[in-house]
C-alpha cells in the first residue's frame, strides 16, 4: 500500500506516543477528546481479522501500556475500545487500527458507548 497514510513513512513521527516491535500508538494533537489515540500494527493489513497471532500479542500488551498511560497523564472515569472493520463498519483508513479513546463524565456522549448506535430505532434497516 503505497499511499496509506498508517504505513512507513507516511506516520507523522512527532505522534508515535508508544511503541513495540509489531505496532506503535498515536495521538494525534486535534481529537476532540483528550488522551484519544489509536494503535495500529506496523504491518499493513487492511482489518483487524488479517493480524497475525504476534500481532494481537503485541497490541494486547499495547493496550495495557496505552491503559497505564492515559490514566496517568488524564485520569478518565471510563474507556470505548474499537475496530472499525468495512466501510460499512466505519472504516475510513484502510489499515487495520484499534480505537484507544478515554471517557469523562462530564463529557455530552458520556455513557454513550460503541452500542449506543445500535439500539437507535432510526438507525433500524429497512
Not at 18 to 25: K, R, S, T
Amino acid at each position: 500500500m503505497n499511499d496509506c497514510k498508517f504505513c512507513d513513512p507516511f506516520v507523522n513521527p512527532t505522534e508515535i506516543v508508544l511503541e513495540n516491535d509489531l505496532c506503535i500508538f498515536l495521538q494525534h494533537e486535534e481529537t476532540v477528546l483528550i488522551g484519544a489515540g489509536l494503535i495500529i500494527p506496523r504491518a499493513h493489513h487492511e482489518t483487524v481479522f488479517d493480524l497475525t497471532p504476534g500481532e494481537w500479542v503485541a497490541t494486547r500488551e499495547m493496550i495495557h501500556q496505552v491503559k497505564s498511560l492515559l490514566d496517568e497523564t488524564y485520569h478518565p472515569d471510563g474507556y470505548t475500545v474499537g475496530w472499525n472493520c468495512g466501510e460499512a463498519g466505519g472504516q475510513h483508513v484502510f489499515h487495520a487500527h484499534l480505537h484507544i479513546i478515554p471517557r469523562y463524565k462530564d463529557e455530552p456522549f458520556a455513557g454513550k458507548g460503541l452500542r449506543h448506535w445500535l439500539k437507535q430505532e432510526e438507525n433500524k434497516r429497512k
